[in-house]
């Protein structure tokens, strides 16, 4: 059964740079489509970004100029850094798979998430 | 604001029916496959739906959606208290070109 895990730093401070890395088990990363989704404190969800193990990826235009997705098959990993953060990027941040079928897509299963707080 | 629109709270008592809708436009729901997440509070979300009306393996066929033009709605029959979440519905925007999510609708089964 895949399961995903993310690791980062809990506190970043303003203007810096997060990076989240998440690790996959259960399965190889290869072949599928991957995602990070973000959720600010006892608010909804947001769409970060999408990479295939290729390494190509697809971002929020919200977010884009400040975000990359990168993926590293060999450690069955994938990355997320977000720059220049501030007090709204302070939110749980979830990987997860993204299952696609004749270009529809959906999410499972999802990490348990970390909390990452932008404060200084 | 989110380009999908949900009901931010519903109740209902054990053993009822309840719905909840997600609208949206021709460049969202219209024109692409809606999924559904339940996210128990203190967890991660969890798919309950796909594809429009595909549940995962582990997932009872009490959870149902209907569609409709711009609009989806889940169906939940015979509530159970394990059933208290926060409901999300997705799919892919081809205006925004992104991914959007509704803003949520709290189910309180009294």
């Known amino acids: 059964q895949m399961q995903l895990q993310e690791s980062g730093p809990g506190l970043v401070r303003p203007l810096e740079t997060v990076s989240l890395t998440c690790t996959v088990s259960?399965?190889?990363?290869?072949?599928?489509?991957w995602s990070w989704i973000r959720q600010p404190p006892g608010k909804g969800l947001e769409w970060i970004g999408f990479i295939y193990y290729t390494g190509s990826a697809n971002y929020n235009p919200s977010l884009k100029s400040r975000v990359s997705i990168s993926i590293d098959t060999s450690k069955n990993q994938f990355s997320l850094k977000l720059r220049s953060v501030t007090a709204a990027d302070t939110a749980v941040y979830y990987c997860a798979r993204v299952l696609v079928y004749f270009g529809q897509n959906w999410f499972a299963p999802w990490g348990q998430g970390t909390l990452v707080t932008v404060s200084s | 604001q989110s380009v999908l629109t949900q009901p931010p709270s519903m109740s209902a008592a054990p053993g009822q029916n309840v719905t909840i809708s997600c609208s949206g436009s021709s460049s969202n729901i219209e024109n692409n496959f809606v999924s559904w997440y339940q996210q128990v509070p203190g967890s991660a979300p969890k798919l309950l739906i796909y594809?429009?009306?595909n549940r995962p393996s582990g997932i009872p066929d009490r959870f149902s959606v209907s569609k409709s033009g711009t609009s989806v709605t889940l169906a939940i029959t015979g509530l159970r208290t394990g059933d208290e979440a926060d409901y999300y519905c997705?799919?892919?925007?081809?205006?925004?070109?992104?991914?959007?999510f509704g803003e949520g609708t709290k189910l309180t089964v009294l």
């Open positions: 259960g399965d190889s990363i290869s072949s599928y489509y």
């Open positions: 997705g799919t892919w925007d081809d205006s925004l070109g992104t991914w959007v």
């Open positions: 594809d429009n009306n």
